[in-house]
């Protein structure tokens, strides 16, 4: 077993600082924090994306469609499906991508 505590890590950098908690064959777990006025524009990854809102509040954008989300709001985002999101007080967000890494990721597929 391991175990993490998802509100005390710190990342004093924010988006600049993500941590890597888990990454194998399977699946990456990253916590990100952002810091207030912080985003990470608009991106995609080869795998499927669940992003869940641990602290604070973001705004997410896949598209058209824009949505706020606060602690508990859980995303999916698809492979390759662009999105962005941003936080203007400060969040704190974990982000799981599986399978790890997803086809056509620029590392190849035995890189973690």
């Known amino acids: 077993m391991q175990r993490w505590d998802l509100l005390d ?56 469609k824009t949505e706020t989300g606060g602690p508990g709001t859980m995303v999916r985002f698809d492979a390759s499906e662009r999105h ?3 936080s203007d007080g400060g969040a704190r967000v974990l982000l799981l991508l599986a399978p790890w890494p997803g086809e056509g990721h620029y590392r190849g597929s035995g890189s973690r």
């Open 84 to 86: 962005s999101l941003r």
């Open 9 to 64: 890590l710190e990342a004093p950098d924010g988006t600049r600082d993500p941590i890597v908690l888990h990454s194998d064959d399977g699946a990456r777990a990253v916590l990100v924090v952002l810091q207030p006025g912080q985003s990470l524009g608009e991106h995609e990854v080869k795998e499927n994306a669940w992003l869940t809102v641990l602290d604070g509040e973001v705004e997410l954008t896949a598209g058209s």
